[in-house]
């Protein structure tokens, strides 16, 4: 073991950045009010949830009134999913359309949808990991309720052509959902020029708390809730509010709009370093899109050995990433995301997924790439 941690799976979560947890500390103990309680101490908590609330929509080009607050990026795909199926299903419609390579939260909703009688048809990508847009147009339907595609996907950092993708829908009368989990840290969403109709958020992939997610739901549109109970949220999210969480979730996520920039071209120096740190390599591909894709995440085909061995060999050495999403990193499952790009089984079971922060430096980074040129070469001679 060495004591030296480089940790490159930000994709899969990042740290909690300490001014965000300063923010919300008073909110566990001593501000501890129920949200929804008329008292004193619950107006308290409602006050600092409504200037979270008006915040992230500000920052998203929304009113306050179409952001809600969940307990994550998979409770908002799921809600946005099926709840919009179901509204569908109310006039009619039974159709729905995901892209082939959405997160497993999407494709979790899509097999129940399919078990509970919609037929939901899985766009294809093409082999540098983008959805077409003629291939949505071909497949939409008048029955179509809903279409969701990813803003970003978290396998490989491909950015889809979700603006184009969200004008065709609402043309078709459909419903568009973009899951932009990890498209937010990264990139300014408007949905003032963006006609989507429903968008989710996670805090954890920007330096804010775990657990704590948002939909934006555009005024108008009507879906069906799936978390009932109390009246929480106009009653379309029972649940009593997190109110640290959601303080959190806010800070977090204008305090990542305020230093975008700045972190974006950190980001970018630091892949262009790993890259040329490993370039001596031969047999290394990269998978997707280079051009069209975000600098956060390198998803690398690495010819010759399994992407378990070299995660396994390289936490050894202090050097943290991932063989894929990390809700199925403990899968042996080759990734649908590369598949779906066309990779075989053997292919996509090489590939592992390398994703730098803002915290990362360029020392770190040096090492990281000298132990991964080292590590494959190892593996490669056993
Ligand atoms: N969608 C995408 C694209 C993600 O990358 C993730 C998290 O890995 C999620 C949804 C789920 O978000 P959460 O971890 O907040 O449930």
Known sequence: MTEKTVYLDHAATTPLDKEVLWEMHPYFCDCFGNADSVHAAGRRGMRVVDMARDNVAQLLGAKPSEIYFTSGGTESDNWAILGGAYAGREQGKKHVLLSAIEHHAALYAGERLQKEGFEVEYIPVDCLGRVRVEEVQKLLRPDTALVGVMAANNETGVLQPVQEIAQ???????????????????????????????????????????????????SGVKIEKLIGGGDQQRGLRGGTLNVPAIVGFSAAYYKNAQGMYETNEHIARLRQAFLEGISALEGVYINGDEKESLPAILNLRVEGVENTALLYAMDLKGVQFAAGAACAASSVKPSHVLKAMGLTDEEAKSSVRISFGKQNTEEEIAYAAK????????????
């Open 371 to 382: 132990t991964f040129v080292q590590t494959v070469r190892d593996l490669r001679l056993k």
């Open 168 to 218: 065709i829908v609402k043309a078709n009368g459909s419903l568009f959902f973009t899951d932009a989990v990890q498209l937010a840290p990264y990139v300014p969403i408007d949905v003032k020029s963006f006609p989507v109709n429903m968008l989710s958020l996670s805090s954890h992939k920007f330096y804010g708390p775990k657990g704590c997610g948002v939909l934006y739901l555009r």
